[in-house]
């Protein structure tokens, strides 16, 4: 696996190269307040040039203050031009107007997804009206989890993270933050979420990543079985859970943005990758 200055410059080149091959300079990107879009935002601007990055941020009705106050510093941190684009008025009409669909309903995943969504049309007339590529903010982890939203925060020209497990963007960010803070302690320090409900954690829907990822490399990159994998002393329960996701949710895979390659395995068929080589 390579070290996070290798992936660091994998990356760079990726995104470099992907824009000028697309005819585009200048890339636009949802800021959160989370990790991924944080250094998403990092590894764009070192691409393609500070003043070519935007980002929008685009809080909701679950949004909390420190995410919306991680993502303000993230561009304070690296003069990132921004706009706050709130997405609650839009979204609680959206529900009022699917109100004769949803009626005698429990909110569940379909209003997480209606947030999702809105926020992706906000981000593509951005890119439209600015001649801009919106890039994907979603890593592998996510992605092999089926955790993520079609036409949502799936949506965009380039996937930068979609063959970087979580646990290297983590990696990644303290390579980043190695000669001065570019990624805000408290982005890498929090637990990660989606806030699209209240107190959400990507652990209500995941295993941890740290558990996770070297059962997706061992399944995904050394070709193991589940059962090899078990003997290992991996919980079955969640092996199970994982091989299950990567078939279930597979036909995401067909609908996401090209994915930067970084390894020889990533989750999506190879005419669906960018690769350097």
Do not use: W
Not at 33 to 41: E, I, N, R, T
Not at 140 to 166: C, I, N, Q, R
Not at 177 to 185: C, T
Not at 192 to 216: G, M, N
């Amino acid at each position: 696996m390579k070290s996070a200055g290798q992936l660091y410059d994998v990356l760079i080149e990726g995104i470099s190269r992907f824009f000028k091959e697309a005819g585009k300079k200048k890339a636009v990107l949802g800021l959160s307040g989370g990790l991924d879009s944080a250094v998403v935002a990092c590894l764009a601007q070192d691409a393609l040039g500070k003043n070519n990055v935007h980002s929008l941020l685009m809080p909701g009705p679950y949004s909390t203050i420190h995410s919306i106050t991680d993502a303000l510093k993230s561009c304070s941190l690296n003069e990132l031009s921004h706009h706050i684009v709130p997405i609650d008025a839009i979204y609680h009409k959206a529900l009022r107007e699917l109100s004769s669909v949803m009626e005698h309903t429990n909110f569940d995943v379909t209003e997480e997804n209606v947030q999702a969504r809105l926020r992706a049309v906000f981000l593509m007339a951005y890119a439209n009206k600015h001649n801009t590529l919106l890039l994907c903010t979603s890593n592998k982890s996510e992605l092999a989890m089926g955790y993520g939203t079609l036409y949502g925060d799936l949506a965009g020209a380039l996937m930068v993270l979609g063959d970087v497990y979580k646990t290297q963007v983590y990696e990644l960010a303290a390579f980043l933050n190695k000669d001065r803070e570019r990624i805000p302690a408290h982005t890498i320090t929090k637990e990660p979420s989606a806030e699209l409900r209240i107190d959400q954690k990507d652990t209500d829907s995941i295993p941890p990543y740290p558990i996770l990822d070297p059962i997706l490399k061992a399944l995904v990159e050394e070709n193991r079985t589940p059962e090899q994998i078990m003997a290992a002393g991996s919980p079955p329960d969640i092996v199970s859970r994982i091989v299950q996701s990567l078939g279930k949710f597979s036909f995401k895979y067909l609908q996401v943005p090209p994915v930067l390659a970084v390894t020889q395995h990533p989750l999506l068929p190879e005419n669906k990758c960018y690769r350097l080589t």
